[in-house]
């Protein structure tokens, strides 16, 4: 079965350059979350899309942008960068006409180290 | 969404079953429990999820309790491949906002 494909899949960067992750998510999937995963800690919920409009929001930076395109495919831009923004990037899809519960299904994730 | 709390490690014999508890005294009725692990630094991989019945797939059963403050999540066969971090996550129906709240997580060894 397709799976969420996140790229790319590893990203080198100096401090103060700008960043671009991008996610494809589960075909016919309409919803988009992305997270950040700092080294040793748990997964952090940065911000989420419905039908290409932000649904919900968490701690994400103000140099931090997202967005989700008409083909549902979403793009987290990342400005100024900072040391601390070293992270894997996760982004995770899921289709909230599905019932039951809403499961959330996450990619392989982006390797990002600011240097 | 109501918070869990775990153990911070377990271990468990190759072959044997693993079980793993979580606490959820102030779920709510419409809260749903989710269990994701995350084998190292790969996404985190969605096991199972239930509302207050026990539910089975291949990967796994999920046992809820009849008051529904505490489940555990069962790997009936456990083999090295499953040593990763397992998160058990409540969390409320998609229209609350839907997303996924990590806490700290049971770190499973599976040993030989």
């Known amino acids: 079965a397709a799976g969420v494909i996140q790229s790319p899949r590893h990203l080198i960067k100096e401090k103060r350059e700008t960043a671009t992750l991008k996610c494809y998510p589960i075909p016919r999937h309409d919803t988009v979350y992305w997270y950040q995963q700092g080294p040793g800690q748990d997964p952090q919920f940065l911000i989420s899309?419905?039908?290409?409009?932000?649904?919900d929001k968490g701690s994400i930076p103000d140099r931090f942008s997202a967005q989700q395109f008409s083909d549902y495919h979403s793009e987290l831009n990342m400005s100024s960068l900072e040391l601390g923004d070293s992270a894997l990037y996760f982004c995770?899809?899921?289709?909230?006409?599905?019932?039951?519960?809403?499961?959330?299904?996450f990619g392989p994730g982006t390797r990002l180290l600011v240097l | 969404d109501a918070k869990t709390t775990q153990p911070t490690s377990m271990d468990c014999a190759e072959g044997r079953a693993a079980n793993l508890p979580c606490n959820h005294s102030t779920i709510s009725g419409n809260e749903y429990v989710y269990w994701y692990r995350q084998i190292h630094s790969q996404g985190p991989q969605y096991i199972i999820h239930g509302l207050k019945n026990n539910e089975t797939n291949e990967m796994a059963s999920l046992i809820i309790t009849e008051d529904r403050k505490s489940s555990t999540l069962i790997l009936p066969h456990a083999t090295l491949r499953d040593t990763a971090v397992y998160y058990c996550i409540v969390r409320g129906i998609y229209n609350q906002g839907g997303k996924l709240i990590f806490g700290q997580g049971t770190e499973l060894s599976v040993k030989p």
């Open positions: 899309f419905y039908e290409k409009m932000q649904s």
């Open positions: 995770a899809s899921s289709s909230r006409t599905s019932g039951g519960g809403e499961t959330q299904y």
